[in-house]
C-alpha cells in the first residue's frame, strides 16, 4: 500500500470487502459488525460499481501491526469471520465478487480507483456469477483403503518359514505389502477422480484446490480431492441429489465424500484473470489451508495501493452440510 504524499493529511486506512452492482439496505449494513475494531459498514461508488468498506484503525491494520497479528491464529481466525460478514452484507441483493481478506486501501479514493480501473473484468465477473453459487466438496481415501496393504500382506506371512526360507518370505511379505498399498491407492485416486468427474456435469465450472495435510483434516486417510463447483440455482436440486448418492455408503468403497454449501462464489471471483478463461483442471499453487470447513484460517494478502492479487479467500463458516 503506497504512503500518502509528504505533508497531506493521513486519509485512513480502508477495508474493502465486496464488490457489487446494488448497494445492500442501509439496515443491513447498520445490523452487520465487520472488523470489532473498525467503524460501521458503509458503500464507495466508483464507476456505476458499488464497493463494501469500513474505515479501520491503523494502529491495527497497518502492514506490520496486521502481519503481526495474523500470525496469531485467534486473531486470524477473528478477521476471517469480519470479512465474511463483511462480504455477506454485500450480497443481500445480488451477485458481489467477494475481495481477499484484508484487501486495504490509503483512503476512500485509492479504494474507488482500483474499481474503476478494473471495472469491465469486475462487470463481466458480476454477470457469470449471477444466480451462481458455489459448493465445495473433499474427497478422503477411507480407512480401509489405507490399511489394504496389511491385509494383502497376510498370505504371505502364512508362508513365512525359518532358516534360510525366512529370508525370502520376509522380501515375499515386504513386495506384497508395497502392492497392496499401491493398488489401494490407485484405486481410491480413481474414485476421486471418478466423483470430480460426475460432479462437473452439474456445473458449470470447477477447480481443484490443493489437497489438505493430515494434520490440519485431523485424518489418518490423506485427503485425494479439494474441490469447488460453480452451480447453477436452478440446478442445485439436482447437485445435491448427485452429492447425496455419492456419499452413499457402498457407492465409492475406497472414499469418503463430504460437502457442503451453497456459499457465496469465492473461489471464481478471480478479478485478476479472464473469467471467460475457465480451466477445470487447475490446481492453485496459492490455496491456503484449511478450507470451507474449518473455521477460517485465510491467507492475509499484502496491502498495496492496489488490490492485491486475489488469493484463494477461505469460506470461515460451515453452510448446510450433504451427505448420506
Do not use: R
Given at each position: 500500500m503506497s504512503a500518502?504524499?509528504?505533508?497531506?493529511?493521513?486519509?485512513?486506512?480502508?477495508?474493502a470487502f465486496a464488490v457489487t452492482r446494488t448497494p445492500p439496505d442501509v439496515a443491513t449494513l447498520a445490523s452487520v459488525t465487520g472488523h470489532q475494531e473498525g467503524g460501521p459498514l458503509r458503500v464507495l461508488r466508483a464507476g456505476g460499481l458499488c464497493l463494501v468498506v469500513q474505515d479501520v484503525p491503523a494502529a491495527l491494520f497497518g502492514e506490520e501491526a496486521l502481519a503481526e497479528r495474523l500470525n496469531r491464529p485467534d486473531d486470524l481466525e477473528r478477521c476471517a469471520r469480519a470479512h465474511h460478514r463483511g462480504v455477506e452484507a454485500a450480497a443481500g441483493q445480488g451477485p458481489v465478487v467477494p475481495l481477499p481478506m484484508a484487501t486495504l486501501y490509503h483512503g476512500d479514493r485509492s479504494a474507488e480507483q482500483a474499481v474503476v480501473s478494473r471495472k469491465s473484468v469486475l462487470d463481466a465477473l458480476l454477470d457469470r456469477l449471477r444466480d451462481r453459487t458455489e459448493w465445495a466438496v473433499k474427497v478422503h481415501a477411507t480407512e480401509r483403503a489405507k490399511d489394504a496393504a496389511v491385509d494383502a500382506a497376510a498370505p504371505a506371512q502364512a508362508g513365512a518359514g525359518a532358516g534360510a526360507g525366512a529370508g525370502r518370505a520376509y522380501l515375499d511379505r515386504a513386495s506384497a505389502r508395497r502392492r497392496g498399498r499401491q493398488d489401494a491407492n490407485a484405486k481410491a485416486a480413481a474414485e476421486a477422480d471418478a466423483v470430480d468427474t460426475e460432479l462437473r456435469r452439474y456445473a458449470v465450472a470447477a477447480t481443484r484446490h490443493r489437497p489438505?495435510?493430515?494434520r490440519l483434516t485431523g485424518r489418518r486417510a490423506p485427503q485425494l480431492l479439494n474441490a469447488a463447483y460453480l452451480v447453477e440455482n436452478t440446478e442445485c436440486a439436482a447437485f445435491t441429489r448427485v452429492l447425496a448418492r455419492l456419499t452413499a455408503a457402498g457407492r465409492h468403497p475406497a472414499v469418503e465424500v463430504s460437502a457442503s454449501g451453497p456459499w457465496i462464489p469465492y473461489s471464481f471471483a478471480r478479478w485478476d484473470e479472464d473469467p471467460d478463461a475457465t480451466e477445470p483442471d487447475r490446481t492453485e499453487p496459492g490455496h491456503t489451508e484449511p478450507d470451507h470447513t474449518e473455521p477460517g484460517?485465510?491467507?492475509?494478502?499484502?496491502?498495496?495501493?492496489d488490490p492485491p492479487a486475489p488469493g484463494r479467500t477461505e469460506q470461515p463458516l460451515r453452510k448446510q452440510e450433504a451427505g448420506a
Open positions: 500518502p504524499p509528504a505533508g497531506a493529511a493521513d486519509p485512513g486506512i480502508v477495508c489438505q495435510s493430515e484460517h485465510p491467507a492475509p494478502d499484502h496491502t498495496e495501493s
